[in-house]
């Protein structure tokens, strides 16, 4: 089987944003731990509003990752929308 050729992108893994990656999945199991703690430790008010406010810069952080992301595949549609679908080929299966 052929790879997938589209323009702008490289399949590398090496080219990944793992930061990224790495930036949104940390700020998801920080905002899950908020909850979790707003949920099952019936924190006081001083800290319930701490907490909240915290988790709501996670979730901005996360909305801001997601979109960022959004973007780029639209990017890559763009780019990609005159190609001919026959040399457009599934990568392969590399496991």
Do not use: W
């Not at 999945?25 to 949920?39: P, S």
């Not at 509003?49 to 915290?54: D, S």
Request: overall charge negative; aromatic content about 6%.
């Amino acid at each position: 089987m052929q790879s997938r050729h589209f323009k702008g992108v490289n399949s590398s893994k090496d080219d990944t944003k793992d930061s990224e990656l790495h930036d949104y999945e940390a700020n998801l199991q920080n905002l899950e731990k908020i909850i979790r703690h707003l949920e099952d430790d019936n924190p006081n008010l001083n800290d319930l509003v701490e907490q909240y406010q915290k988790g709501m810069g996670y979730y901005r952080a996360c909305e801001k990752l997601l979109k960022e992301a959004e973007l780029k595949i639209e990017q890559i549609r763009r780019e990609n929308r005159d190609q001919d679908p026959e040399e457009l080929a599934l990568p392969e299966d590399t496991e």
